[in-house]
């Protein structure tokens, strides 16, 4: 079981918005930024979103992320088929001094 | 750019050792954390270790924990992680990726994996 909780998958239509879900405690995503991965199909991951809500310069701006509390939030609108990956959430967590992974989603654009 | 190519992976029996490597290139090297994340086959992504820029605070993941060793050479630019007493579970491919500070800030680069399958 990991230590941050996502949707196993989601999906929704081309063009449409997505939101994927991370859900942790005070230890990790409470008190530390978040970051996400995308990971295309036999690929190595690459980073989306850093520090909660921050895009590497290369990553369009269709991708966001947000905070609030113990969770954190991926949104993607203007689906297009290239964005059917996986998709995890990271944050380092104080208690365990470890870095956490999130179980991954896995989205589908119908 | 930045370039992390790791090497050493391969197949292994149980209960062996094996040092995977992982060569840096494009960054100052010695100014970054490092971690390894490891991926079963169709499983998530797992957290593995880091070890900070300067090699002074070394964090392990709890199913690794007393079993591997990660560490780096600041002069070669390489990180290494030395796994020892391997189980069929520690078959994954296995990242090295670099930390956007000194060890627990976030990932923000990754290298393209090695393979390592525990079979007898």
């Known amino acids: 079981q990991s230590v941050l909780t996502q949707p196993p998958s989601v999906s929704a239509a081309p063009g449409q918005k997505v939101t994927i879900s991370c859900s942790g405690s005070?230890?990790?995503?409470?008190?530390?930024?978040v970051s996400w991965y995308l990971q295309l199909p036999g690929t190595a991951p690459k980073l989306l979103i850093y520090?909660?809500?921050k895009r590497p310069s290369r990553i369009p701006d269709r991708f966001s992320g947000s905070k609030s509390g113990t969770s954190a939030t991926l949104d993607i609108t203007g689906l297009q088929t290239g964005d059917e990956a996986d998709y995890y959430c990271?944050?380092?967590?104080?208690?365990?001094?470890?870095?956490?992974f999130g179980g991954g989603t896995k989205l589908t654009v119908l | 750019q930045v370039q992390l190519v790791e090497s050493g992976g391969g197949v292994v029996q149980p209960g062996t050792s094996l040092r995977l490597s992982c060569a840096a290139s494009?960054?100052?090297?010695?100014?970054?954390?490092m971690h390894w994340v490891r991926q079963g086959p169709g499983k998530g992504l797992e957290w593995v270790a880091v070890?900070?820029?300067?090699?002074?605070?070394?964090f392990y993941g709890d199913s690794v924990r007393d079993r591997f060793t990660i560490s780096r050479d600041n002069y070669k630019n390489t990180v290494y992680l030395e796994a020892n007493s391997l189980r069929a579970e520690d078959t994954a491919v296995y990242y090295c990726?670099?930390?956007?500070?000194?060890?627990?800030?976030?990932?923000?680069?990754w290298g393209q994996g090695a393979l390592l399958t525990v079979s007898s």
């Open positions: 005070n230890s990790n995503i409470g008190n530390n930024y």
């Open positions: 990271g944050t380092w967590d104080s208690s365990l001094t470890s870095w956490v």
């Open positions: 070890i900070w820029y300067d090699g002074s605070k070394r």
């Open positions: 520090d909660n809500n």
């Open positions: 494009g960054f100052s090297f010695s100014d970054f954390g």
């Open positions: 990726a670099r930390d956007d500070g000194i060890g627990a800030t976030h990932i923000d680069h």
